[in-house]
Every structure is written in C-alpha cells, then in structure tokens.
C-alpha cells in the first residue's frame, strides 16, 4: 500500500505522494517504478521502504552538515505506511535540482563528447566514459514538470532562483553533501559517480535538503570492485529495468508495458544490496526499526 486515503493529497508524482498533516507534510515512497518518465503497472516489492531507508541513513548522516526536513518516522506515520514514509517539515522549495558530477557518464558523457563542455563548464580533453573528474562539479538543471529535467548553466540556477546568494548556497551545499558521502560510500566498497538534490528554505531563511537525499534512484552507485575506466559500469539502480525495457520492443510512449516476474524480482534484489551495502545493515533492521508491516 502507498497511500494515505484520509489525508489531503497535495502532489503525486511518478514515486511520492505528499499528503498535508496541517503544520507539516507526510511524504510516501510508493513501489512504482518507471523509466522514460513512464510508470510501470508492476509495483517492485520493498522499493518505497528500501528509498525511505537510505533517504534516512543519509539525512542521519549528514544533519551537521546541511539541516533536513525530516521530522520522524514513525511519529504521526500511519501503521501501513511505516517504512515507506516520512513526516516532514513544510519548505519553500527551490525550483532547481542540485546535480553534482563526480564521475563524466549519463547524459554528462554525452554532453562531453558532443561539446567537450558540460552545464556551461569546459572540460580537460581526453576525459574516458566513467573517469573521475578532476574535482566535483555542480551542474543544475530545470524542474520540468512534465518530460525531462534540462541541463543549465550557473548564471541560468541564479535566474530560476532569483538570488545569486541563494544559489551560490545551494552549490556549497551540494559540493560539501557529494564529497561527504562519497567518501563515506567509497569506505563501503561504492562508488558515488552523481546525485541530485532538492533544497528548501524554512521560515527563517535557512537552506534545507528535502525529498530523498542520494538513493539509487536519486544517485549514480557504482561497485568499487571492477571499475574501469573507459565503459559504463553496472550499478545500484533501476538500470536493470531499463535495459530489459529498452530491449523488449516497446517504444518508449505511455502506457509503459508490464514488467515480468523475474525483472522485478532482479530489481528488487538490487535495491536492498544497495540499501545493506550502503547502510551496513540488513533491511530487515530498518523494517523492524520502523515497524513496518
């Protein structure tokens, strides 16, 4: 289950549904997955309460750095969503996603080798698919609401915020969140190649990290074992369903097929040894943590 029927719902996008608790909101991870920015009718078992569980582990994680949203996760949470959601404080959100690049690959490669330049900064020549730049960068991009996020500049960030200050805040954030868990990832044999963040401000002007913070849908994780520069790299995310829809002949249009059995069962696997590979613990631990059903 992934709703809240007798709360006021405010949003619902292709994952989360927000409801509104009044002085705050309650946030819920659903099990849908999509790619091509269609959803799938086939819910992936656990995926919602894997999300919530990192989202958790890396807002615990990085509270002295960057102030968060979160409230709790069981207080004020309704018994059937214990897992997946989250109460949360209300923000101000800011309309740009904060994506920082560690690694040139996604949609960032392609930039490179089409330009040598990516999000308006200019790159060393040479750079390989999957090589470690030579220091974060951030690259933001516009909040589409609806199709894809499109990739922009710095001075175009300022523009869609409205205060250069601001923006320059988000940047910092964003660098200082990266490295922070990037090297704590790398500690447990995961490389952090990019993630993105969403940033709000509170009542007092204070810049605060929101929505899920470096989850495999969120994030780029690549097994430290076996990297190699030079070819893309397997990873912590719904690639798995991707690949098996980018080869099934459907042409990328809603509505999106079914997933099989054995694709869902592959990708739910995949996102709890994220979740134990990432955290250190078995997912069962944040389950009973949480008194998930």
Known sequence: ??????????ARGKVRELYD?????????????STYDAV???PVPDKGAVLTGISAFWFEQTKDLVPNHVISYTDRVPEDLRGRAVVVR?????????VVRGYITGSGWKDYQASG???GIELPSGLQESEQLPEPLFTPSSKALEGHDEAIDFEAAVAAVGDREVTERLRDASLALYAAAAATARERGVILADTKFEFGLDGDGRLVVGDEVLTPDSSRYWPLEGY?????????DKQYVRDWA???GWDKLPPAPPVPDDIVEGTRA??????ETITGEPFSAWLERTGAR
Request: glycine share 6%.
């Open 246 to 248: 980018t080869a099934s």
């Open 117 to 119: 330049v990516v999000s």
């Open 270 to 275: 995949r996102y709890i040894e994220a979740y």
């Open 40 to 42: 799938h009718p086939t």
């Open 21 to 33: 608790l009044g002085d705050a909101l309650l946030m819920v991870a659903s099990d849908r997955i």
């Open 1 to 10: 289950m992934s709703s809240a029927p007798d709360l006021p719902l405010i």
């Open 228 to 236: 190699t520069v030079g070819r893309g790299q397997p990873s912590f």
């Open 90 to 98: 209300k923000l101000e959100m800011l309309p740009v996603e904060c």
